[in-house]
C-alpha cells in the first residue's frame, strides 16, 4: 500500500503579531480512498487531525480555530484530488455537518 503525506500550509488566520503560522501534516494510504467506509473514516481522522492542529495554534481563539480547521480540511481534500473524497466532504457540508 502506498503511502502519501499531505502538507498544508496553514495560514495564520489571526491577526496578531504572535499568531502561529506552522504546516499541519497528514499522512494517508492510498488504499484508504477505495470503499465509502473507508472515505468516511479517512474523513473524520483527517478533521479531528486539522481540529487538533488548530486548536493548539489558537488555543484561545475557538472561531478562529474551528475556520482554521475547516479551510485546512477544505485544502486537504483538494490537494488529494480523490472525487470520492471529494464528493464525501461537499455532501458533508450541504447535509449541515460542516468540517
Known sequence: MS?????????????????????????YAVGDLVSPAQIASMHAELEAAAQEFCADQYPRKI???????EIIVSDAVSQIGNPRLTAYTEGQVTSGRES
Open 3 to 27: 503511502m502519501k503525506s499531505l502538507v498544508v500550509a496553514a495560514v495564520g488566520l489571526a491577526c496578531s503579531a504572535g499568531a502561529l503560522a506552522q504546516d499541519f501534516r497528514f499522512d
Open 63 to 69: 472561531r478562529v480555530a474551528q475556520k482554521c480547521a
